[in-house]
């Protein structure tokens, strides 16, 4: 049986978010659901009466988490678990062709949300000597790919920072996992990447076995209910379909200055 019963998980009104809140719902877990489409969230609600609270929010919006926080029922107020899931990849063009409002975005969700959910319930973890932190990294954080800049980045920042917390938590019994999925499909991560160019996202996932956001569900799941112990500091999963590639070696490269 689970040492936890609340769940806060960001980025929950779809893909990994969504599967989390409804596994966790389903396995007997009080959910803060948070987002921010309030519609969505609502919806999700719903379908789960009194085991999942929606709470509409950017995770941007750094000083406004303390009091949403705070606003919180008391049957969800103390929170067991904080799921870091919000993030999003804008684009794959090349550096030298990056928006920096797409990079500032992807900075500001990636890891300045993250590290403000963490700031606002950590504290309280560990004055209760009860919590579990799962920040969700990427494989890109750790295989980099062109196009892949500073999403890549971000990833790799979420690993590290996740890395860090195992040691600032210690002598806790607070948890700290990073999972790092590869290709996944059935969410909407790619159509916000690609700018909802549908033709462009298929091709992507086109004669693929991806991930799931259920398979990450399950994950999350099965990491809630091991024994107090006991940490996972790191899981990278890929599909079967995928797997590393080679270094890429330009040939003729032309070193003349222009």
Partial sequence: MSNYKTVLVTGASAGFGKAICETLAT????????????????????????????LALDVRDVEKIPALLDSLPEEFKTIDVL?????LALGVDRA???????WKTMVETNITGLLAMTNAILPNMIKRNCGYIINLGSTAGNWPYSG?????????????FSRNLRCDTAGSA??????????????EFSYVRLNNDKEKVLSIYDKTESILPEDIANTVLWLLNTPAHLNINTMEMMPVCQTFGGLSVTRNLDLEKK
């Fill in 27 to 54: 396995n007997g877990f009080k959910v803060v659901a948070l987002a921010r489409r309030l519609e969505k969230l609502q919806s999700l609600a719903n379908a789960f009466p009194g085991k999942i609270y929606p």
């Fill in 83 to 87: 799921v870091n899931n919000a993030g």
């Fill in 96 to 102: 030298q062709n990056c928006s920096m409002a797409n």
């Fill in 148 to 160: 892949g800049n500073v999403y890549g980045a971000t990833k790799a920042f979420v690993e590290q």
């Fill in 174 to 187: 607070v948890k700290v996992t990073v999972i790092k999925p590869g290709l996944c499909q059935d969410t």
